[in-house]
């Protein structure tokens, strides 16, 4: 439940549409409900601005199916994320809710997604390779579903600098960058030592034998010298995005 989902509630009661006790009765599960398997955080948007996200993998689709319907039923108007969510979870849930959008790439549902707003500053989501694009659409659908403002561009990676640099009028344009590459993982240093913004790098666990599964991306990634870097960690792209919208929600905050 956000924040004008209760001022909401509170003006009806003040108005006499509803009584108190009703309202006690809608504000019961805050600030979670229990169903056994699962403790739902319906005042996590109160609390940050954005709903519980749920983590499909791991979970039995009766789970991820009872969860989902117990934030609609609470959340009625909140965006509902997904996230690792393979094709029959989809197609389950869109029986259930025709409106869930499946992103296959990014193995994400996403229920009622926000909508930017004219203006908003500008997400950029880069990937060193096609490879990485899975892991870059994870970062890119979070992001927008959240209400950002998201632009891509794909396969630039540091064996062909070229490609990147012909976009240097994008990239300039960007607040907040979602850097995705495995490999040696380096992308997310060039970047940063071309623009004056925050650099969000996320490692992919694409490459060889001695890449050790992205942990070799992750520690360049670390170790980089270049200023203004964040790390998330390996095949996260949902951090990424995340992390990435909460910079821009806060610069629209402060131009407000």
Avoid: W
Avoid at 72 to 91: D, N, V
Avoid at 157 to 170: E, F, K, S
Avoid at 223 to 232: E, P, T
């Amino acid at each position: 439940m956000g924040t004008q989902k209760i001022r909401d509630l509170l003006e009806r009661v003040a108005a006499g549409e509803l009584t108190i006790d009703e309202a006690v009765s809608r504000l019961r599960v805050l600030p979670y409900e229990d169903l056994g398997f699962a403790k739902i955080d319906h005042h996590r948007s109160l609390r940050t601005g954005f709903p519980e996200v749920i983590y499909c993998q791991g979970k039995a689709l009766e789970q991820i199916i009872e969860i989902i319907d117990r934030m609609q039923q609470r959340e009625q108007e909140t965006t509902i994320l997904a996230t690792r969510a393979t094709l029959e979870i989809a197609s389950a849930l869109r029986e259930v809710l025709p409106e869930a959008e499946y992103h296959s790439q990014a193995r994400m549902v996403v229920i009622r997604p926000r909508t930017p707003r004219e203006g908003d500053p500008k997400i950029l989501v880069l990937s060193a390779g096609t490879a990485d694009i899975p892991v870059a659409e994870e970062a890119a659908v979070t992001a927008s579903a959240l209400g950002g403002y998201v632009e891509r561009i794909y396969d630039v990676g540091v064996a062909g600098i070229h490609r990147l640099l012909d976009h240097h009028h994008q990239i300039s344009q960007a607040a907040v960058i979602v850097v995705v590459a495995g490999m040696e993982g380096a992308l997310p240093s060039v970047v940063s030592g071309l623009v004056e913004v925050p650099v969000i790098a996320v490692p992919t666990s694409v490459g060889y034998g001695s890449s050790f599964d992205g942990l070799a991306a992750l520690l360049t990634m670390l170790n980089s010298c270049a200023a203004g870097v964040a790390v998330m960690n390996i095949d996260n792209g949902f951090g990424g995005g995340y992390f990435a919208r909460m910079l821009t929600r806060q610069i629209c905050r402060r131009d407000r």
